[in-house]
């Protein structure tokens, strides 16, 4: 799938290469939290421990060459390139990655690390988390929900992103803690400018598998990658708001494009939004989703969280938001659905909340922008 070349050159930039097709590289928030100088926005949002987070791809192959990626190699493809006796199994991948993982940040352990509390690194040791979003698509690995089903045997969750193209494997995906799908723009030329699509039918591909995430009885999460000058002016929003009610997700991440890596071949500083930019396209965008406000603001990677009203909860006559996720009851819920309980019914994203802590909630948000 690689030459030598870049394969190299990936291993410089801090990848790992796992088996034929899959990859491990280290979260800066990971390195942060081990530091004790702060966890990424997950964990504001949705209670993910930084630390012991495996951010890694099933796949390096994706159907679209994102203007805004900054990974460096793009191989763009539309079906599973690998022979099936190439084809690594789940086990050797999620094996392999920890393993991978594990190597990549033994130099924390170290007394060159500056936080002298080695409680963070020691818990980095055990994964509870696994980010498949690291480089290409990994829901085109052909087992996929085998995987799925592996990583929440051992306790781990699983936080998928998918850049829309593939709906039948949206479709049949095996419950995930949390689905992403990257809406790249909300009109048909955009989303050609900016995502560079291989599908012919990219447009009916996007919208196809926005319906179907509709129907998922987990937890989704609908991302904007917003890019100031492109695809973030105030005119888009009742185009992009369509979109979302099309697929109805719990969440919405409204997040900055980050002018890193291979994206500056194709973008500016200048095109990279601020913090205050980003809430304010947030309060514009709101106005046009009655069901949803604004819960939480992580400044740092500017990005503002949305989330249905319905997870603000009343509890002893307070609303109180449920935006975070109990992850006992997560992997009880799972694995008892994976055992084939004909007494179990589909749980729901309902049935794995839990109270968002106060300090991470944003207050007195200004709409009359």
């Given at each position: 799938?690689?030459?030598?070349?870049?394969?190299?050159?990936?291993?410089?930039?801090?990848?790992?290469?796992?088996?034929?097709?899959?990859?491990?590289?280290?979260c800066e928030w990971?390195?942060?939290?081990?530091?004790g100088?702060?966890?990424?926005?997950?964990?504001?949002?949705?209670?993910?421990n930084?630390n012991?987070?495996?951010?890694?791809?099933?796949?390096?192959?994706?159907?679209?060459q994102?203007?805004f990626?900054?990974?460096?190699y793009k191989l763009?493809?539309k079906?599973?390139p690998?022979?099936?006796s190439?084809?690594?199994n789940?086990?050797f991948i999620?094996?392999e990655?920890?393993?991978s993982?594990?190597?990549l940040?033994t130099g924390?352990k170290?007394?060159?690390?500056?936080n002298p509390?080695?409680?963070?690194y020691?818990?980095?040791?055990?994964i509870k988390?696994?980010a498949?979003?690291?480089?290409?698509?990994?829901?085109?690995?052909?087992?996929?929900?085998?995987?799925?089903?592996?990583?929440?045997?051992k306790?781990?969750s699983?936080?998928?992103?998918t850049?829309?193209?593939?709906?039948?494997?949206?479709k049949?995906l095996?419950?995930v803690?949390?689905?992403?799908i990257?809406?790249?723009a909300p009109?048909?030329?955009?989303i050609?400018?900016?995502?560079?699509p291989?599908?012919?039918?990219?447009?009916?591909?996007?919208?196809?598998?926005l319906?179907i995430?509709s129907?998922?009885?987990?937890?989704?999460?609908?991302?904007?990658?917003?890019?100031?000058?492109v695809?973030?002016?105030?005119?888009?929003?009742?185009?992009?708001?369509?979109l979302?009610?099309k697929a109805?997700?719990d969440?919405i991440?409204?997040?900055?494009?980050?002018s890193?890596?291979a994206?500056?071949?194709n973008?500016k500083?200048?095109?990279?939004?601020?913090?205050?930019?980003?809430m304010?396209?947030?309060?514009?965008?709101?106005?046009?989703?009655k069901?949803?406000?604004?819960?939480?603001?992580?400044y740092?990677s500017r990005?503002?969280m949305?989330?249905k009203?319905?997870f603000k909860?009343?509890i002893?006559?307070e609303?109180?938001w449920?935006t975070?996720?109990?992850?006992?009851?997560?992997n009880?819920?799972v694995?008892s659905?994976?055992?084939?309980?004909?007494?179990?019914?589909?749980?729901t994203t309902?049935?794995?909340l839990?109270?968002?802590?106060?300090?991470?909630?944003?207050?007195?948000?200004?709409?009359?922008?």
């Open positions: 799938m690689l030459n030598d070349k870049q394969k190299k050159k990936l291993n410089e930039q801090g990848y790992r290469l796992i088996g034929n097709h899959s990859s491990v590289k280290i990971t390195k942060n939290m081990i530091r100088k702060g966890e990424c926005y997950k964990h504001w949002f949705y209670g993910i930084s012991q987070c495996l951010q890694m791809t099933t796949s390096l192959t994706c159907a679209n994102c203007m990626c900054w990974r460096e763009a493809s079906k599973w690998i022979k099936d190439q084809t690594d789940p086990d999620i094996n990655s920890i393993k993982h594990d190597k940040l924390f170290g007394n060159t690390n500056p509390d080695k409680e963070p020691n818990k980095s040791k055990t988390h696994a498949l979003s690291l480089i290409g698509e990994s829901i085109l690995y052909p087992k996929i929900n085998e995987i799925i089903n592996e990583f929440h045997k306790g781990i699983t936080f998928l992103v850049n829309a193209q593939y709906p039948e494997q949206i049949s095996a419950p803690t949390q689905l992403y990257s809406l790249d009109t048909q030329e955009l050609k400018k900016i995502d560079k291989i599908f012919k039918d990219y447009w009916q591909r996007l919208n196809q598998s319906e995430m129907k998922k009885k987990q937890r989704t999460c609908i991302r904007l990658t917003l890019i100031k000058y695809n973030m002016s105030e005119d888009l929003c009742e185009n992009y708001s369509n979302i009610k109805s997700p969440f991440e409204v997040k900055a494009y980050m890193v890596g994206s500056l071949k973008f500083y200048k095109n990279m939004p601020t913090s205050k930019e980003i304010q396209f947030s309060q514009k965008l709101i106005k046009y989703l069901d949803y406000e604004i819960v939480s603001e992580h740092a990005v503002v949305l989330a009203k319905k909860k009343d002893n006559g609303p109180v449920h975070w996720i109990d992850f006992d009851k997560f009880k819920l694995n659905k994976s055992n084939n309980n004909k007494n179990n019914k589909e749980f309902e049935d794995y839990k109270e968002t802590p106060e300090r991470f909630l944003v207050k007195n948000i200004n709409l009359s922008i």
